[in-house]
Structures are given as structure tokens and as C-alpha cells.
């Protein structure tokens, strides 16, 4: 179905109509004004017509920026930067094993203290650090293969 002037718009219309004039504003084609009176007539238009007459002073779509210039990657760009995802992942999952691993320790000297600091009781922090640490070893490992 093609549109005529005399075709009575619908709220969708108007707003579409609306949201130029925002853009149109917003990029400072129109002054605070012409905004103002441009967006009452938007929302009492009726048909198509009077909607057209609204923007048709107004580019359709904004100017075009300058085209952005294709630069080639290097051979190999793609494997280099999931290689340093890797390394940044390994080294933060290092992080994290030394950061758990002081503190089930402070935890562990604590209770020990507290609690009389007479002989030391059974070390359960190799628990949490002794799977972890040689999970992140063979991960290490693996790396650097």
C-alpha cells in the first residue's frame, strides 16, 4: 500500500515524525522554538501530509562521517590476541590462587593462636590450596605448550 498525503497517520507515525525532530534538535537544526512548535503540530497531525511537512526541510539521515580507512590486520593478529587473553587469564587465575591461599592461611594461624597456640593443629589449608595450585600448574603447563 502505497502512502498519500491525505492518509490519515497513526501514533506510530507521529512519534517516528517526533523522534526526527528530537534528532534534528539535538544536532541543532532547530531552535529550541521550532522545536517546540513543530512537536505540538506532530502531535495533533492527522495525516501524512501534515507529518511530512514537519521534516521536510530536514536530512533524512545524518551526514556521512568520513569513511573509516581499512587497515589489514597482520597475519596472525587473532592467535596473538587470544594467546594474551590466555596469558591474562592465567596470570588472574594465579592471582586468585594467591590471594585464597593467604587468606585460609591467616585463618588457619588465627584459629591456632586463639586457640591456645599450643601445638600445631591438623593444616587444612592444603585442602583448598594443594587441588587448586596443581590445577593451575597443569593450566601453566599447557600454556606454554
Known amino acids: 500500500?502505497?502512502?498519500?498525503?491525505e492518509m490519515r497517520a497513526g501514533d506510530e507515525d507521529r512519534?517516528?515524525?517526533?523522534?526526527v525532530l528530537r534528532e534534528a534538535f539535538a544536532e541543532g537544526r532547530l531552535t529550541q522554538d521550532e522545536f517546540?512548535?513543530?512537536?505540538?503540530?506532530a502531535q495533533e497531525a492527522k495525516t501524512?501530509?501534515?507529518?511530512?511537512?514537519?521534516?521536510t526541510d530536514l536530512p533524512t539521515a545524518p551526514p556521512a562521517a568520513a569513511p573509516a580507512v581499512a587497515v589489514p590486520a597482520p597475519a596472525g593478529s587473532a592467535q596473538v590476541a587470544?594467546?594474551?587473553?590466555?596469558?591474562?587469564?592465567?596470570?588472574?587465575?594465579?592471582?586468585?590462587?594467591l590471594g585464597v591461599s593467604v587468606l585460609v592461611n591467616v585463618i588457619y594461624f588465627a584459629t591456632w593462636i586463639t586457640g591456645g597456640?599450643?601445638?600445631?593443629?591438623y593444616y587444612w589449608p592444603i585442602w583448598v590450596m594443594g587441588p587448586w595450585g596443581a590445577a593451575m600448574v597443569i593450566a601453566t603447563l599447557n600454556k606454554r605448550r
Open 117 to 121: 597456640g599450643g601445638s600445631a593443629p
Open 48 to 55: 501524512f501530509g501534515e507529518l511530512d511537512a514537519l521534516t
Open 36 to 41: 517546540q512548535q513543530r512537536l505540538g503540530k
Open 82 to 97: 587470544v594467546q594474551d587473553d590466555d596469558g591474562r587469564n592465567l596470570r588472574a587465575g594465579w592471582y586468585s590462587w
Open 15 to 19: 512519534d517516528r515524525t517526533i523522534t
Open 1 to 5: 500500500m502505497s502512502v498519500t498525503p
